[in-house]
């Protein structure tokens, strides 16, 4: 008995290096998965949306000396947006939802006509000026950033501003 078996060196580190590579097989594509397909949700489009037209109405403010609270137009800030709008002169909706241009110095808005993940119909998603953020609005619910609701005037002026998405 005095003859034990020792595996050799060269087995220990086979079976090392086996076991790195297993480890590695699983962790890596984990990883990987993290990193890719990370294409921009519905959700993503609407606050970028929302950035692009808050941006143009920056630059109209700025480029014709238009002070806070002066009312506009899709029509007016139009020739600063990068974005595509439909034939009919509105935004082009992502999912649906209809844009509120709002004054200059408001943040802008949208309105979901449809659920759209992980929020359901009516939310309204606001811009937010100071920090590029955006407040999400539930329906029938708080503000989740600022404590109040939203007016029944600022639906309204929402949905008329906006106009129809079909």
């Known amino acids: ?11 220990l580190m ?5 076991g790195i590579l297993f480890v ?19 959700g993503h489009r609407i606050e970028f949306t929302l950035s692009e037209i808050d941006m143009a109405k920056q630059l109209l403010g700025k480029a014709n000396n238009i002070s806070n609270g002066t009312e506009v137009s899709v029509q007016d800030v139009a020739p600063y947006l990068a974005l595509n709008l439909a034939s009919n002169g509105i935004i ?8 509120a241009i709002k004054p200059i110095g408001v943040p802008p808005e949208a309105l979901l006509t449809r659920a759209v ?13 100071e920090d590029g953020g955006c407040e999400i609005i ?29």
Request: hydrophobic residues 35%; aromatic residues 8%.
């Open 1 to 11: 008995m005095a003859d034990q078996y020792k595996p050799s060196r060269e087995f």
């Open 14 to 18: 086979t079976l090392w290096l086996i």
């Open 24 to 42: 590695m097989g699983a962790v890596i594509p984990a990883v990987l998965n993290e990193f890719v397909d990370r294409r921009p949700t519905k």
């Open 92 to 99: 082009t909706p992502v999912a649906g939802e209809q844009y």
């Open 117 to 129: 993940k992980p929020w359901p119909k009516g939310t309204v998603i606001r811009k937010h000026l």
């Open 138 to 166: 539930l329906p029938n619910a708080e503000v989740q950033r600022t404590g109040a609701t939203p007016s029944a005037k600022e639906t309204n002026a929402m949905s008329s501003a906006a106009g129809s998405s079909r």
